[in-house]
């Protein structure tokens, strides 16, 4: 075929196919697995990127020699109570509602927030830091001589992280000629992130 993805790493040197769906179920894990393994048995040294942090699902089809397991980790505000000045401005700056402002105090939505600093860099009295949390874990494994598997799993109350995740393991990935990409269900943040400059 004229327009196949075989020719078209051949003549580009990469390509990234994401593999989405809009509900839940094994049908888009068992089609990415099978286009990975397409790939692999051909000889392109392939990457399987599950981007689905919460439900990491193609492992289950594979048989994989997991070789290497890391934490995830981000960044989140640590407040100084006796600093703090109370005036809002942390609050009113975060898009996504992790920070509070209370009669006591800022208060935290540690599930919320994506540790993107705008409220450390916001607050006048400089009564925000950055603490490390981890997140989750994340592990690399080969299903094969051409095939490198990753996926990572985030806590319960670290799923805003998801789409940084995603991101992450892609890049992790970039220099395998071909990755396929498992993209979590749905149309949201994560499902765009891993479609984001997919040739198909």
Same mark, same amino acid.
């Given at each position: 075929?004229?327009?196949s993805?075989?020719? !078209?790493?051949?003549q580009?040197?990469?390509f ?7 509900h839940? =179920?094994?049908?888009?894990? @068992?089609?990415?697995?099978d286009?990975?393994?397409l790939f692999?048995?051909? =000889?392109?040294?392939? !990457?399987?990127?599950? @981007?689905?942090a919460?439900?990491?699902?193609v492992?289950?089809?594979?048989a994989?020699?997991?070789?290497e397991?890391?934490?995830? @980790? $981000? +960044? ?6 006796l &600093? %703090?000045?109370?005036?809002?401005a942390?609050?009113?700056?975060? /898009?996504? $509602?992790?920070l509070?402002? *209370? ?6 939505? #540690?599930g919320? %927030?994506? $540790? ?5 860099? +916001?607050?006048?009295? *400089? ?8 997140l989750?874990?994340s592990?690399?494994?080969? !299903? $094969?001589? *051409?095939l490198?598997v990753? @996926?990572?799993?985030? !806590? #319960?109350?670290? &799923?805003?992280?998801e789409?940084a995740? /995603? ?9 395998k000629p +071909?990755?396929?990409?498992k /993209? ?5 943040r +994560?499902?765009?992130?891993s479609w984001?400059?997919?040739?198909r």
């Amino acid at each position: 075929m004229r327009n196949s993805p075989m020719r !078209a790493v051949e003549q580009a040197g990469r390509f990234l196919l994401s593999v989405a769906s809009r509900h839940g =179920g094994l049908a888009s894990t @068992a089609l990415a697995v099978d286009l990975a393994l397409l790939f692999a048995d051909a =000889g392109y040294e392939t !990457a399987l990127i599950d @981007a689905d942090a919460s439900y990491p699902s193609v492992g289950s089809r594979l048989a994989v020699a997991w070789e290497e397991a890391s934490g995830v @980790a $981000g +960044v989140q505000p640590e407040i100084d109570a006796l &600093r %703090c000045q109370r005036c809002g401005a942390c609050s009113d700056f975060c /898009a996504f $509602g992790a920070l509070e402002l *209370h009669s006591d105090g800022i208060r935290r939505m #540690p599930g919320a %927030c994506n $540790g993107c600093g705008g409220c450390r860099r +916001v607050c006048p009295s *400089h009564a925000i830091s950055e603490k490390q949390r981890l997140l989750g874990s994340s592990r690399q494994g080969s !299903a $094969g001589p *051409h095939l490198t598997v990753i @996926a990572a799993r985030l !806590a #319960p109350d670290a &799923r805003c992280w998801e789409a940084a995740t /995603a991101a992450w393991l892609k890049y992790s990935m970039r220099m395998k000629p +071909v990755q396929i990409i498992k /993209a979590p269900p749905g149309l949201g943040r +994560v499902s765009r992130e891993s479609w984001r400059e997919a040739d198909r």
